[in-house]
C-alpha cells in the first residue's frame, strides 16, 4: 500500500476512534511510524487529510444513491439503501459527529459539502417519489419533502446525539455500532405511516434487526436524576 493510502487509512482509523480533534498529524506519523515532514509530503495539512476522507465519503455515498436501471424501486432496494446508509455512517463516522466544528474549520470542506448535501437530498428524493410512483410510498409531493428533509437531518446528527448521550453517561468517546443502528429504525418509523399495506408486514423484523434488542422507549437512551443518585 502506498505511504498516501496508509496515511489516509490510519487518519481514518484514529478520527473514528478518538474524535478528529484529538489527533494531530504528529500523532498519525507517529502511529505510523514515519516522520511528520514524511506525511507533509503527502499533505499540507490536517485539514487536507480531512478533505480527502470526505471525497472518499462522497463517492461511496454517491455510488449507491442511485435510481435501479428499470426506475421501479421494491421495497428490497430500500433495505439495500439503509444497509448502506448504516454501513457509511459507520466507516466514517467521525464526520457526523464532528461536523460542525469540521465545517468551521476550513472552507474547501464547506463548499464541498454543501454540493454534497443539495445532491444527496435530491438524490434521496427522486428516490422516495420513485417509491410513490410504484405505489411502495404513499405520499404527496409535500409529504415527501419535508420526509427528505427529517431523514437527512436524522442522518447527519445521529453520531452528535448519540456522542452527547456518551458524554452524559460519562462514556465520551464511546461510540457502538449497535447505537448507530438505531438511527436505521428511526428511518424506518418515519417512513411507516407512508408505505403501502403490502410492505407493512415485513416492518416489524426489519425494527427488530435496527433496534439490535433494545427498547422502544426513548427515555432509555437518557440518564436519569435516579440513576446518578444510585451511581454515587
Request: charged content about 25%.
Given at each position: 500500500m502506498k505511504t498516501k493510502d496508509r496515511i489516509?487509512?490510519?487518519?481514518?482509523?484514529?478520527?473514528?476512534e478518538q474524535g478528529e480533534r484529538n489527533v494531530s498529524t504528529n500523532h498519525i506519523a507517529a502511529y505510523l511510524n514515519i516522520s511528520p515532514g514524511n506525511l507533509y509530503y503527502h499533505f499540507r495539512n490536517k485539514n487536507e487529510i480531512v478533505y480527502q476522507l470526505f471525497l472518499q465519503?462522497?463517492?461511496?455515498v454517491q455510488s449507491f444513491m442511485?435510481?435501479?436501471?428499470?426506475?421501479?424501486?421494491?421495497?428490497?432496494?430500500?433495505?439495500?439503501?439503509?444497509?448502506?446508509?448504516?454501513?457509511s455512517m459507520w466507516d466514517y463516522r467521525f464526520l457526523h459527529r464532528d461536523l460542525q466544528h469540521l465545517l468551521q474549520d476550513d472552507a474547501t470542506l464547506r463548499d464541498a459539502?454543501?454540493?454534497?448535501?443539495?445532491?444527496?437530498?435530491?438524490?434521496?428524493?427522486?428516490?422516495?417519489?420513485?417509491?410513490?410512483?410504484?405505489g411502495v410510498l404513499l405520499a404527496s409531493r409535500e409529504q415527501i419533502d419535508a420526509l427528505?428533509?427529517?431523514?437527512?437531518?436524522?442522518v447527519v446528527s445521529w453520531s452528535s446525539f448519540l456522542q452527547s448521550i456518551s458524554i452524559q453517561h460519562n462514556e465520551a468517546g464511546t461510540l457502538r455500532k449497535?447505537?448507530?443502528?438505531?438511527a436505521i429504525y428511526q428511518i424506518i418509523a418515519l417512513e411507516e405511516p407512508f408505505l403501502c399495506d403490502d410492505i407493512k408486514p415485513l416492518?416489524?423484523?426489519?425494527?427488530?434487526?435496527?433496534?439490535?434488542g433494545a427498547s422502544t422507549?426513548?427515555?432509555?437512551?437518557?440518564?436519569?436524576?435516579?440513576?446518578?443518585v444510585e451511581n454515587r
Amino acid at each position: 500500500m502506498k505511504t498516501k493510502d496508509r496515511i489516509l487509512l490510519t487518519s481514518l482509523k484514529l478520527f473514528n476512534e478518538q474524535g478528529e480533534r484529538n489527533v494531530s498529524t504528529n500523532h498519525i506519523a507517529a502511529y505510523l511510524n514515519i516522520s511528520p515532514g514524511n506525511l507533509y509530503y503527502h499533505f499540507r495539512n490536517k485539514n487536507e487529510i480531512v478533505y480527502q476522507l470526505f471525497l472518499q465519503y462522497q463517492a461511496e455515498v454517491q455510488s449507491f444513491m442511485t435510481l435501479p436501471q428499470d426506475g421501479d424501486i421494491t421495497y428490497e432496494d430500500k433495505v439495500h439503501y439503509l444497509e448502506s446508509i448504516l454501513n457509511s455512517m459507520w466507516d466514517y463516522r467521525f464526520l457526523h459527529r464532528d461536523l460542525q466544528h469540521l465545517l468551521q474549520d476550513d472552507a474547501t470542506l464547506r463548499d464541498a459539502y454543501r454540493a454534497f448535501s443539495s445532491r444527496t437530498v435530491a438524490d434521496g428524493r427522486n428516490i422516495l417519489l420513485s417509491m410513490a410512483d410504484s405505489g411502495v410510498l404513499l405520499a404527496s409531493r409535500e409529504q415527501i419533502d419535508a420526509l427528505i428533509l427529517n431523514i437527512w437531518i436524522l442522518v447527519v446528527s445521529w453520531s452528535s446525539f448519540l456522542q452527547s448521550i456518551s458524554i452524559q453517561h460519562n462514556e465520551a468517546g464511546t461510540l457502538r455500532k449497535a447505537l448507530l443502528k438505531r438511527a436505521i429504525y428511526q428511518i424506518i418509523a418515519l417512513e411507516e405511516p407512508f408505505l403501502c399495506d403490502d410492505i407493512k408486514p415485513l416492518l416489524p423484523e426489519l425494527k427488530k434487526k435496527y433496534l439490535a434488542g433494545a427498547s422502544t422507549d426513548p427515555l432509555t437512551l437518557f440518564p436519569t436524576v435516579l440513576d446518578e443518585v444510585e451511581n454515587r
